[in-house]
């Protein structure tokens, strides 16, 4: 229940003559009220006007499994004239205070009206709602938040997702120690494919890249597309010689793997560099770079390490 909420409510109850809405706030005081209450409530105190139940015993209730009221039933109240009458009400907590229903009833034990029920079972319904809603936009938020990260044509982690577990990588090793290599592929001929073939044959290279390394990798490494042709690989806990052995075999299994008729225009270029230590992700990253530069100066489809 919110505040909007709370105070539909107590204009629905303005002009009644038998039925009553309070507002109170967490620390007793009334915060606003129509029909009845509004003459027998005190402004700053409500506590004094609570005879049985007590506020104290109110409001120190637990709300049950569910969004209705912290109790229903009798509630036997003073005036402002320390006349005692017993009404019917219904009592709600909310995040500023309660919200109390209240209907004059001549016998004690008088169930509420069909009218009040109606309320409360529309305010239970409206407030099933809005938790509905405001899960359903915090599972909306999680989504936008988790593909911001992801590149849309392979499924891998982009840029912003590289960036972020680099600096944790590399924070990990500095912390624990073990060797991490960085590895900068480039699809050699990919610029030819989406020239003359289109777009749309380029994207199908790079998801066939994208599935090469996958399934060469281990759930510990990592994983990203960082520009048109070019992705960087995270490999945790690997020496230099295991990187460029992995890289090997990513190169040959694409060029395996690469689709039919763009097979004899693309390859796989790769270069290596091991994290040292003292080394943040730029001075790594400009190394892997430089290797990639020197596979590609040797006339690519090859790797180099730095």
């Not at 010689?241 to 763009?262: E, K, L, N």
């Amino acid at each position: 229940m919110d505040e909007q909420t709370v105070r539909a409510v107590l204009e629905a109850f303005a002009g009644m003559g038998s039925a009553s809405a309070a507002s109170i706030s967490a620390e007793g005081r009334l915060a606003g009220a129509e029909g009845f209450l509004a003459d027998w409530l005190p402004r700053e105190d409500v506590s004094s006007a609570f005879r049985e139940p007590s506020w104290t015993r109110l409001r120190g209730v637990q709300p049950r499994a569910g969004e209705g009221p912290v109790y229903r039933g009798p509630v036997t109240l003073a005036d402002r004239r320390e006349v005692a009458q017993t009404v019917t009400g219904a009592l709600w907590r909310w995040e500023r205070g309660f919200l109390l229903v209240a209907e004059r009833a001549p016998d004690d034990l008088e169930p509420m009206s069909k009218a009040t029920v109606r309320l409360s079972n529309e305010l239970a319904a409206a407030q099933r709602e809005l938790a509905d809603a405001r899960r359903a936009l915090t599972q909306r938020d999680e989504q936008v938040r988790v593909m911001s990260f992801v590149d849309g044509v392979t499924g891998l982690g982009n840029q912003e997702a590289f960036t972020r577990t680099l600096d944790a990588e590399i924070h990990r090793a500095g912390r624990y120690g073990g060797p991490l290599c960085l590895v900068l592929a480039a699809i050699d001929g990919l610029d030819g494919v989406a020239l003359h073939l289109g777009g749309g044959e380029a994207e199908v290279v790079l998801r066939c890249f994208a599935r090469v390394v996958g399934g060469a990798l281990r759930k510990s490494d990592h994983v990203c597309r960082v520009g048109d042709d070019r992705f960087m690989l995270m490999l945790t806990h690997t020496p230099l010689a295991r990187a460029a052995a992995i890289t090997d075999r990513i190169r040959t299994a694409f060029a395996a793997a690469a689709p039919g008729m763009v097979a004899a225009s693309v390859a796989a270029s790769f270069g290596n560099a091991a994290w040292r230590e003292g080394d943040d992700a730029a001075a790594l990253v400009a190394r892997v770079e430089m290797a990639l530069e020197a596979a590609r100066a040797a006339g690519g489809g090859r790797a180099e390490s730095a």
